[in-house]
């Protein structure tokens, strides 16, 4: 009897080691795969490796379109800090040429590392989109590197670790929402020492993550993570404690331009969350009537995720809502396009994104325990928000020509009642 409970014993041993072993590997060398296209070297000569390229190529294309259009505007908006003078938010503006019926705002870097990828999207829609095109009655705004110290620097946040997607806060709203279940978790999401990516903790993440999960649940720990929280400004996902300057910048400019119009649909673009390769169109469902009317009319034909999903997350003090509430009495039509890139709607590619957040905020705050873990979580980083494969960038543009194209002749053809 002893001896069969003894080798009962150790098969269950062996199972469960082959079970952490097992699972260990397969979290360890987790990636998605990129999509089967065919790479297009056209699409791929508008992506830059550099905040100037980014930045120059931006310019450029503009200077291209100055003799296509009446009044073509340009700008820039510096942004202060202490560690770079040169940082810019660089606009165009094309005012419609007749009546001032619709107003296309389309956004890139808001998210800093995301601007790469925001920006070969904007500098291809101007080359092979805008002039085809745009009616008399519509003008557009071009803002490229909203967040240009995350865009020269590879992070997702401002200089003051601010995510802007989380700062701008309807006026008179306090910086002192509360997020419970990051107050809960603050171990968990914000580790304060040397990055050593070989911890026995960063090596089973994800059991830690599943026992977390067990007791609370995914959908409970995404929104811990990704709301947004206001009280831990070394922390993920922070939201500030004032509004970011260029946010303060932006709302006159913006109001300007935004009142001159009957109607604006405004885009932003960003990468990392969803299907790898996969273009998601996402947008909370809207209270108002003719915004849901309009959402559903210029992207008719297209898959639009309206936030009601279980591995969806809600946020506060988003860039595009905020947008939307500057000028009342125009109909604000709001869209954010989310390019996948870690399969994040999975139970690995979930973890595997939040664990590659933490790495890189707690190096940015507490250093790295040596080079070579400076340089895997720097590379897992940009591989998250700005992927180095051909085919998902090819992936990425021809998406976005055809999906855009669709926009642009509803947007050309909608009518609100």
């Not at 098969?11 to 469960?16: A, S, V, Y």
């Not at 795969?33 to 490796?49: A, C, G, I, K, N």
């Not at 003078?85 to 165009?92: A, E, K, N, R």
């Not at 506060?316 to 947008?323: A, F, K, L, R």
Request: aromatic fraction near 14%; hydrophobic fraction near 35%; include cysteine.
């Amino acid at each position: 009897m002893k001896k069969v409970l003894k080798i009962s014993l150790y098969t269950l041993f062996g199972i469960i080691v082959l079970v952490i072993g097992g699972s260990y590997v397969s979290y360890r060398n987790f990636w998605a795969e990129d999509p089967l296209v065919q790479v297009d070297s056209t699409y791929l000569s508008y992506y830059h490796e550099t905040y100037n390229e980014c930045r120059d190529a931006f310019v450029r294309s503009v200077e291209n379109i100055e003799t296509d259009f009446d009044s073509v505007k340009t700008g820039k908006m510096y942004v202060p800090g202490s560690a770079d003078d040169d940082l810019t938010i660089d606009w165009c503006y094309i005012p419609a040429k007749g009546d001032k019926e619709k107003l296309l705002i389309l956004n890139s870097g808001l998210h800093g590392i995301e601007g790469y990828t925001g920006s070969a999207i904007q500098s291809m829609f101007i080359d092979k989109i805008l002039k085809q095109q745009l009616p008399d009655n519509m003008g557009v705004l071009f803002l490229h590197g909203l967040n240009p110290y995350g865009f020269k620097y590879h992070r997702k946040v401002t200089e003051n670790n601010v995510d802007l997607n989380r700062n701008c806060l309807a006026e008179g709203e306090p910086f002192d929402i509360k997020n419970e279940g990051y107050a809960e978790m603050t171990d968990f999401l914000m580790p304060s020492e040397p990055v050593n990516y070989n911890s026995l903790h960063n090596r089973f993440f994800h059991l830690v993550s599943i026992y977390m999960i067990l007791q609370k649940s995914m959908p409970v720990l995404r929104q811990a993570a990704l709301q947004g929280q206001y009280d831990y400004n070394k922390g993920i996902y922070y939201g500030g404690k004032d509004y970011e300057p260029q946010v303060k910048s932006l709302k006159p400019f913006l109001t300007q331009k935004i009142q001159k119009y009957k109607m604006v649909l405004n885009v932003d673009l960003h990468t990392g969350y969803g299907e790898r390769g996969k273009m998601h169109l996402f947008i909370d469902k809207p209270d108002d009537e003719a915004v849901e009317k309009g959402i559903e009319t210029i992207f008719k034909g297209s898959e639009i995720d309206w936030g009601s999903s279980d591995d969806f997350y809600t946020i506060n003090g988003e860039y595009i809502t905020w947008v939307n509430k500057l000028v009342p009495d125009v109909l604000c039509i709001p869209m954010c396009f989310e390019y996948g890139t870690l399969n994040s709607q999975e139970t690995f590619g979930s973890l595997k994104s939040i664990q590659i957040m933490i790495l890189e905020n707690e190096g940015a705050h507490y250093g790295y325990k040596d080079k070579k873990n400076e340089t895997a979580v720097k590379h897992l980083f940009d591989e998250m928000y700005f992927p180095s494969s051909p085919a998902w960038r090819s992936k990425v543009m021809s998406d976005s020509y055809t999906n855009m194209g669709m926009m642009m002749e509803n947007f050309k053809n909608f009518e609100e009642d």
